[in-house]
Nanobody, 127 residues
Framework: VQLQASGGGVVQAGRSLRLSCGAS????????MAWFRQAPGKEREFVAA????????YYTDSVKGRFAISRDNYENTVYLQMNSLKPEDTAIYFC?????????????????????WGQGTLVTVSS
């Protein structure tokens, strides 16, 4: 599975941005997708995740009500709609895919749950 993230950029606080993550290759093996982010000088952290079928979605508390993870079934693309952006949302955003469902539900926040990673896309929110 190959993942290609895009959509990052510079945006003012309060504005919106949508990130995309295109999946190719053995996409039938994907069980769940997620977005993580890494701010300067900080560790990578979980942002949002969803099962490939869309039955379950999860968000970290700091983005609940502002971010939404979704999927375009036909394009095998997962999106992260980010609204009401804050300067603290500034980070490199990574998409990831998990091939195994057994450990996902209890460990969706852990980066080791995911088997495939895309390159990062930088989001900068100015105040």
């Amino acid at each position: 599975v190959q993942l290609q993230a895009s959509g990052g950029g510079v945006v003012q606080a309060g504005r919106s941005l949508r990130l995309s993550c295109g999946a190719s290759g053995r996409t039938l093996s994907i069980y769940a997708m997620a977005w993580f982010r890494q701010a300067p000088g900080k560790e990578r952290e979980f942002v949002a995740a969803r099962t490939w079928s869309g039955g379950s979605t999860y968000y970290t508390d700091s983005v609940k009500g502002r971010f939404a993870i979704s999927r375009d079934n036909y394009e095998n693309t997962v999106y992260l709609q980010m609204n009401s952006l804050k300067p603290e949302d500034t980070a490199i955003y990574f998409c990831a895919a998990a091939a195994r469902g057994g450990r996902f539900y209890s460990n969706y926040e852990r980066d080791w749950t995911y088997d495939y990673w895309g390159q990062g896309t930088l989001v900068t929110v100015s105040s």
